[in-house]
């Protein structure tokens, strides 16, 4: 019976989602309040309605209900039940659940939080949003239901794909999808703005927190499933340029661009036309990334095994969404007033340059991602394009960008006295050519580029901690009057001094776990030593554990340095009877100056017999790779506390009506 209210509750939410994407723009279009005003309670109905059908989903896996076919594929009733409630979201349905709630959940929040924005703005946004919700929920209903029974039903299930059954990828697809869909809203910002004909500093200003709280979760999202894969893939890696890595990331690489420019459009009232353009690549590219994941066309860790014809169905909606906003854009943009004019030295010229970077950035990964997709659909041929490509092709053009976000914070608007600038860095200069001459120092055999890339990112951190302490006087007035300007300081000021140094902490943890980590991979016995980054490592053989739903051979070994025992590593191989797979548990002794990580597995020669693969690293400085991950994630909230990002200010002042589209 619950399913079936869960069925009933998602064919009501499409019947509401139609009435909310036809009524409040028709309602916009003539002027009728009532209709417009229609778009808020509809966007809460809709809400609840699939907020009932994922309870009911979520149900079904609690109790093991395997008279519904997707639990009898993703769950089995021994499973714990962290993994029992993960598993909702663990299948194609499941997750498309999710993402169907996610949707609703930003368009009911918009109609809650949105009360100063216009009401033919509002309603029109809804109504776009509603339109993606359409889309979503009829593919749902039509090719994916989630409630689909199965008799007679089996007496257990088939398992989670014991990959998932993980605390960290248990939180890793919400916080990604929280990303991926937020960015929706903000698409359905700019179409809006694009029918109304009217895009300012106030709209902006609308737009800026939910890109901010989109690019958060995804920057978390992202974050989670890379430390997720480091440790569980047993690969010993952090990132991978797995084509399913790259549709995440590059959301997140345009939602950087469009959260910058942004600010120019609310600053200086420039870049509208562009900031249109960003809000809808954004969106489009994290659609690219649901087709991609859901259409058979790749097989990845990450990617849903379903059939072609969903992916067929999704490429129809991309098409339509995609193509749609992109027509309506080359409609509207000609017609919209340039802005604000500012001199190509100027802090927002050094913003048009970090955009075009991060633009670039993002073709070199959409090319490296779709072009072997491409190649196979024409030819038949199988290329790999992976690491190699990509650390030739992008960060050549994501290091002048760090240099240019070291230099951006002392620019002044409109016009920037550059002399004054560099006078205000000139220590700055000078420690990080001393860092990098330090870093050459230790490490003479290079490579080149790393050392480079340290002292640029060094560059960075010194460059944001030097425009905070300018903001608050640090060391040129008393320390109390110091403190006094720090609680003055707009919050969102801190979080983007928190983001910058989070960036170059980041890039610590990159360029140290890449270019100097210490690896060795060897069939061992118990007895086996070896010898690693000056750690002494003993393996002294397996240990047989049992788990609730697998079966482990755990490795012991025991590492020493300098004749004195610092640790016990235990990496595990496990077995999962019911999935019929393996999962490898990696061991890490973290440290401020690295990762020692090791893993194990059965040797593929059955000649071995006894005998076990190890993998074992020496990653320096990895730890910071998150670390500063979490720096980012901490700047965009502590910018989304920002009273002057609060949503559904400010209002539009009624005796000044700009109208940036010419000719209206």
């Known amino acids: 019976m619950i399913p079936e209210i869960g069925q009933f509750a998602l064919t009501l939410a499409l019947m509401t989602a139609v009435v909310q994407g036809i009524l409040p723009i028709w309602g916009a279009a003539r002027n009728n309040a009532v209709w417009m005003r229609s778009a808020t309670s509809t966007a809460f109905l809709q809400c609840i309605l699939i907020a009932i059908a994922f309870g009911a989903l979520m149900r079904s896996f609690v109790v093991s209900d395997f008279t519904v076919l ?119 910002f700019a179409v809006a703005a694009l029918i109304e004909g009217r895009v300012d500093p106030a709209w902006a200003r609308w737009v800026r927190p939910w890109t901010l709280a989109a690019w958060v979760a995804l920057t978390g999202g992202i974050a989670l499933g890379s430390w997720w894969a480091y440790y569980e893939l047993g690969w010993g890696g952090w990132w991978f340029w797995d084509p399913v890595e790259n549709v995440s990331f590059m959301p997140w690489l345009l939602g950087t661009a469009l959260l910058h420019s942004a600010v120019v459009t609310e600053k200086r009232g420039a870049f509208k036309s562009w900031t249109i353009l960003l809000a809808i690549l954004t969106f489009s590219l994290s659609l690219l990334g649901t087709f991609i994941v859901r259409s058979g066309l790749l097989t990845s860790v990450h990617a849903f095994a379903v059939d072609p014809e969903r992916g067929i169905y999704i490429l129809g909606l991309l098409v339509v969404s995609i193509g749609g906003s992109l027509t309506l854009y080359a409609i509207r943009a000609p017609k919209m007033d340039p802005g604000g004019l500012f001199a190509p030295v100027s802090r927002e010229g050094g913003l048009l340059i970090n955009n075009l970077l991060l633009a670039l950035a993002t073709a070199t990964v959409l090319f490296g991602t779709l072009y072997p997709l491409f190649l196979e659909a024409v030819t038949g041929d199988k290329i790999s394009v992976g690491p190699p490509f990509f650390n030739a092709s992008f960060i050549p053009i994501m290091l002048p960008l760090v240099i240019v976000m070291g230099v951006g914070p002392f620019l002044s608007w409109k016009r920037a006295d550059l002399p004054g600038v560099f006078d205000r860095l000139k220590w700055v200069m000078a420690i990080t050519l001393i860092a990098a001459l330090v870093v050459w120092y230790v490490q003479t055999k290079g490579p080149a580029l790393a050392v480079l890339s340290m002292a640029i990112a060094v560059w960075l951190l010194l460059a944001t901690l030097r425009e905070w302490s300018l903001r608050i006087k640090l060391g040129q007035v008393g320390f109390g009057e110091s403190l006094d300007r720090l609680r003055r300081v707009p919050r969102s000021s801190h979080g983007m001094t928190l983001a910058h140094a989070g960036l170059a902490v980041c890039m610590f943890g990159f360029i140290g776990s890449s270019a100097w980590k210490s690896e060795e991979v060897l069939f061992v016995e118990p007895g086996t030593q070896i010898e690693i980054a000056g750690f002494d490592v003993t393996f002294e053989g397996t240990e047989r554990v049992q788990g609730p739903n697998y079966v482990a051979a ?75 991950s979490l720096m980012l994630v901490l700047g965009g909230l502590t910018s989304l506390t920002d009273r002057r990002l609060r949503v559904g200010t400010p209002k539009r002042k009624t005796a000044v009506a700009p109208l940036p589209i010419v000719g209206e």
Do not use: C
């Open 554 to 628: 755990v490795g012991v070994l025991r590492v020493s340095r300098n004749g004195r025992e610092v640790t016990v590593l235990r990496p595990e191989r496990r077995t999962y009877p019911v999935a019929q797979s393996q999962t490898t548990e990696a061991a890490i002794r973290s440290t401020p100056a690295g990762d020692l990580y090791a893993s194990i597995t059965e040797p593929a020669n059955q000649d071995m017999d006894g005998k076990w693969t190890l993998r074992i690293l020496y990653e320096p400085l990895v730890g910071l790779v998150w670390l500063g």
């Open 70 to 188: 997707n639990v009898v594929e993703n769950s089995h009733s021994l499973k714990p039940m962290l993994f029992k409630v993960a598993g909702t979201w663990g299948s194609h349905e499941g997750s498309l659940l999710l993402w169907t709630l996610i949707l609703a959940a930003f368009g009911a929040a918009v109609a809650l939080l949105g009360q100063n924005i216009p009401t033919s703005l509002k309603a029109r946004t809804l109504s776009v949003q509603a339109w993606i919700s359409i889309g979503f929920l009829s593919f749902m209903l039509f090719t994916s239901n989630p409630f689909d029974r199965i008799f007679p039903a089996p007496l257990d299930g088939n398992d989670l794909n014991p990959l998932l059954q993980d605390v960290g990828l248990a939180m890793h697809p919400p916080l990604l999808y929280i990303g991926y869909v937020g960015f929706s809203i903000v698409f359905s």
